[in-house]
């Protein structure tokens, strides 16, 4: 009988705790939006960098290095012709361009002053600036508010480095590539992170 009313009570127990769970995620929304505070630009670019950062050294480091090592699979340029793995360059691309379909306003793309194909060069003034000041001092990002017709953005530029011997490979041995003396940890290019400011509440 003991173990009947334990588990009983452990059962109303259970009930209260889901209902909560259910019943807390209305109780914020129905919180004055006011009072959520609003995260600046800057900050927010900061965020998006370090998650971009972080997925593409994960897999960079232990699906291309891993698999690469244990000979069963590379990546390649043509990677879908050859039924390969994308480049660390084309999955951070890639990324992007999905990012981007989702209709939120956000961007993110890889740039270069020495790209190997010209649609990866700066597309503005205000990118080739901020290239040029991270070739010079990489530790912090290049930002400003840039405008597109009626409507503005924030845009953050983060130094993109070297992180693997395939990246300095890649870009030193391309036949296309500009610039063929890379060395781990220079600067290659920058993380562009776009931000819409004009938004809908």
């Known amino acids: 009988m003991k ?3 334990k588990k009983q009570s452990f059962g109303v127990f259970m009930w209260l705790f889901l209902f909560a769970c259910w019943v807390t995620p209305f109780a914020v929304h129905a919180k004055d939006q006011k009072s959520i505070p609003e995260i600046p630009a800057n900050v927010v670019a900061s965020y998006l960098h370090s998650i971009i950062k972080a997925d593409r050294t994960i897999y960079s480091t232990y699906i291309v290095n891993r698999l690469h ?3 069963i699979l590379d990546a390649d340029e043509a990677w879908e012709q050859k039924n390969a793995l994308p480049l660390p360059a084309q999955f951070l691309q890639k990324s992007g361009r999905l ?3 989702h209709g939120t ?3 993110f793309r890889l740039i270069s002053l020495w790209p190997i194909y010209p ?7 205000f990118e080739r600036k901020g290239l ?18 009626k409507l503005s953005y924030y845009q953050a530029i983060f130094a993109d480095t ?8 890649c870009h030193n041995t391309h036949p296309l590539s500009p610039k063929r003396d890379f060395k781990l940890k220079d600067v290659m290019g920058g993380i562009v992170i776009t931000i819409p400011l004009n938004h809908s509440r």
């Open 3 to 5: 173990y009947f009313i």
């Open 69 to 71: 090592e244990k000979n």
């Open 99 to 101: 990012v981007a379909e």
């Open 105 to 107: 306003g956000i961007r």
């Open 119 to 125: 649609r990866n060069a700066p597309a503005t003034d």
């Open 132 to 149: 040029e000041a991270l070739a010079k001092q990489s530790d912090q990002p290049y930002s400003g508010v840039i405008r597109s017709g």
């Open 162 to 169: 070297a992180v693997t011997k395939a990246c300095v490979n």
